[in-house]
């Protein structure tokens, strides 16, 4: 089977909301192919976004990440084989919300071509995922930036 030699591949859409002009509603959804298939991961965010200068805005965001128990073994499971090689106890989560996350964005239009990138992201592992063995620190943080040139 040809889906099963590509490692990871994914089809979703995904769904933005202004309920205002600076507040969105956003989600996506993911269905997983390859050696994750069946996989489903969904995710939730509410994003406020604030200019605080002419050419630099700011966005916060809030939101969880549900997924389906494919998805969720597929990540986070421990089977009978992987226990043998690793160690770990076999263990099967459910389905269920997997994170909940907060997100910071810092966004600086430098010029026409030139523009940073910042950001802070901050997730919360819950239900059967944060216990799995593989788990160890349920709480994540990741700080990114990038300098981008537009043509």
Known sequence: DVGDS??????????????TEELQLTTDLSIYTGRFRGGALADL?????????PHQSIALWS???WGNRDFAQSQ????????LNSGFPVYSPTAGVEDVH????WRWEISSSW??????????LTGSVAGSPQIAQPNNVS?????????
Not at 76 to 83: A, E, K, L, M, R
């Open 76 to 83: 986070y499971g421990v089977t009978p084989d992987q226990s």
């Open 115 to 124: 523009m940073m990138n910042s950001g802070v992201y901050a997730t919360h």
């Open 6 to 19: 590509v490692d990871m591949g994914a089809v979703g859409g995904f769904f933005k909301y202004n309920l």
């Open 102 to 105: 907060l997100g910071l964005n």
């Open 143 to 151: 700080v990114s930036i990038g300098l981008v040139y537009r043509l």
């Open 45 to 53: 965010d509410v994003r406020k976004y604030t200019r605080v200068a």
């Open 63 to 65: 939101g969880l990440t």
